[in-house]
């Protein structure tokens, strides 16, 4: 089945630097891919949607220059937290979906953030 | 705009109960629904889905039926073990290449 690869699972830094989120689909070409930032014990949040070769679509609210998004390939997109405050330490989560899958979406394992 | 409901928890439960977590939607055409679960500091799996009116979709003891008159997704496990505890997501996709809709989210923690 499809599955997509979240690194790193967990990662602390340090304030004002930058920390990068990678998603990787490994068995399949994402067209589409997600991001979202969950708070403890609470619902996803999406934060912006990615097309490969494209600029990231960023929800109404999120920085997009404090939280940059590259899809370069169909197989990867990473999110990079810019100069990171403590303020953003959360749950961040990719998705992928691929249009064969008619609606199928799947999700990485997560990245805890947590800034110091 | 696209919503959806789904109780809140925490839901507490004796192994081998009955389970039932209630999921309502807003959205206008036909929109497919999701359940998805997810265990503690992962991400979310899919656990089932339906695309259409009547639809049951079904895995791992889990069920739930799309109903359209009532615009409702309930999901049901007839006997839960421990190992179902962790939380459940309702979401909706309205069409291909839409994203998706979540409900709030419904913690369950089942005692052995």
């Known amino acids: 089945g499809a599955v997509v690869s979240q690194h790193p699972s967990r990662v602390i830094c340090k304030s004002g630097t930058s920390v990068k989120i990678e998603c990787r689909s490994l068995?399949?070409?994402?067209?589409?891919m997600f991001w979202y930032r969950q708070f403890p014990k609470q619902s996803l949040m999406l934060m912006a949607t990615s097309n490969e070769g494209s600029k990231a679509t960023y929800e109404q609210g999120v920085e997009k220059d404090k939280f940059l998004i590259n899809h370069a390939s169909l197989t990867l997109s990473t999110l990079t937290v810019t100069s990171a405050h403590p303020e953003d330490s959360s749950f961040y989560i990719c998705?992928?979906?691929?249009?064969?899958?008619?609606?199928?979406?799947?999700f990485g394992s997560g990245t805890r953030l947590t800034v110091v | 705009g696209n919503s959806v409901t789904q109780m809140e928890g925490p839901v507490t439960l004796s192994e081998e109960a009955f389970l039932t977590i209630n999921c309502t939607y807003t959205a206008t055409g036909y929109p497919s629904l999701f359940w998805y679960v997810q265990y503690p500091g992962e991400g979310l799996q899919l656990l089932l889905k339906a695309t259409k009116a009547d639809d049951k979709g079904s895995n791992k003891g889990f069920e739930a039926t799309y109903r359209k008159e009532t615009t409702s997704f309930h999901l049901e496990k007839g006997s839960v073990q421990v190992s179902d505890s962790a939380v459940y997501f309702c979401a909706l996709v309205r069409a291909a290449g839409n994203k998706l809709t979540f409900g709030g989210g419904t913690r369950v923690l089942v005692k052995p």
């Open positions: 998705s992928a979906r691929e249009d064969r899958l008619n609606y199928g979406y799947t």
């Open positions: 068995d399949f070409q994402a067209t589409t």
